[in-house]
């Protein structure tokens, strides 16, 4: 049964109906759609229908719902040996959001968020990812692990002064928008996490110590000292899996396109480290394979006025994230971009090195085409 021209305060938009009834609501943009879904005291699961990939991750984020899905009928939901929805559900639905039984810590809500006693991000602070491009025509998907400076209020300052907080242990200097020049030129998507790597690191395994550091080089991070086991869960419910959830689906729909992809990891270093001045302008880094990251290396060494290193000064080992996870676990071609920081600090460098990081990625996909293809 079909209702239509339903408003949002009618009892039949409120109330959670088990059967075949369909009510149907108007909105004028998405703000209102997700204003209206959410204006209501349950929450068990939504099904979002949209052509538009940047609007679906968006809205997936947004809904308050214990079960999310996109462009499909959800008929699995809640069937026999789901055993999700039982603890699924925000509010009044399920063991909801504000609703859970005495003693209950926390509970992994079933696309990815945790259910937590303690919120860390406001409604009012932008979510830990930007999408750019989502369906950009290029086989290069770009990805920033430490675009931004942000901590969540909640947090203050972690305890540093802001002066601290604009270093680089803090961010990746220029990173992100050298990564935005490159994903307009060539029409390639783009994944970024906007707040500060000091929050929690997006690029190192969840269980290692790296991961929230208590120092950053030589400086103690006070915010990060005796944390609690909800403190460590809360970071990585909010900031690090909505993040790789985002990078994650991107990949997904492009590896079920069976489109060709190839993962560009843009980093940036500092000029001085330790005191001692870094000779090299950037470095190509690689974990295993080297089939594009070499092409890349070879491309940018033949700017004889360069100094190029090859995995130095850092080394992509078993505690970094993105890499591995998404590249060498799938025989995805990749590389992982550093430039020093002081040559992309301004508009001028930013775009000297996206025009020259973008050359070098055309013509090394077009020799990668002619090598041997290995789960290509």
């Not at 990078?247 to 560009?264: E, G, K, N, P």
Request: hydrophobic share 40%; proline share 6%.
């Amino acid at each position: 049964m079909i209702f239509d021209s339903v408003r949002p305060q009618q009892k039949i938009a409120q109330e959670e109906i088990f059967g075949p009834v369909l009510s149907v609501l108007s909105f004028t943009d998405e703000e209102e759609a997700i204003r209206i879904a959410n204006n209501t005291i349950y929450g068990l699961s939504a099904i979002l229908w949209t052509r538009d990939l940047g609007r679906a991750h968006r809205m997936t984020y947004s809904l308050h719902a214990g079960w999310i899905v996109v462009n499909a009928t959800g008929k699995r939901i809640g069937g026999p040996g789901s055993g999700v929805l039982s603890i699924g559900g925000h509010r009044e639905s399920g063991i909801g959001v504000g609703r859970r039984t005495r003693g209950t810590r926390w509970l992994p809500e079933p696309h990815g968020r945790a259910i937590l006693r303690m919120k860390l991000l406001a409604a009012d602070e932008p979510p830990p990812f930007i999408v750019e491009r989502p369906q950009g025509r290029s086989p290069f998907v770009i990805v920033v692990d430490h675009a931004g400076t942000r901590i969540p209020r909640r947090l203050g300052n972690l305890g540093l002064p802001d002066s601290q907080l604009r270093r680089h242990v803090a961010w990746d200097i220029g990173a992100l928008a050298v990564a935005r020049k490159i994903s307009t030129a060539l029409d390639a998507p783009l994944v970024a996490q906007p707040y500060s790597r000091l929050v929690i690191d997006c690029n190192r395994e969840p269980a290692v110590d790296a991961s929230i550091p208590t120092m950053a080089e030589s400086i103690e991070v006070p915010g990060n000292i005796g944390l609690s086991e909800e403190d460590i869960t809360v970071r990585r419910a909010e900031i690090f899996e909505p993040y790789h959830a985002q990078l994650r689906a991107l990949l997904d729909l492009r590896r079920t396109a069976s489109r060709l992809t190839i993962l560009v990891a843009q980093h940036t270093m500092t000029d001085v480290f330790k005191g001692i001045r870094r000779a090299m302008h950037a470095a190509v880094l690689y974990y295993r394979d080297r089939r594009f990251a070499g092409l890349v290396l070879q491309r940018l060494r033949r700017e004889t006025a360069l100094v190029i290193g090859e995995n130095e000064p850092y080394v992509v080992d078993e505690t970094h994230y993105t890499i591995l996870r998404y590249a060498e676990a799938y025989s995805l071609p990749y590389v992982e971009v550093e430039v020093r920081q002081d040559l992309v600090s301004d508009e001028r460098g930013q775009a000297e090195w996206a025009a020259r990081i973008g050359t070098t990625l055309r013509v090394a996909e077009r020799e990668l085409r002619l090598l041997p293809c290995r789960s290509c």
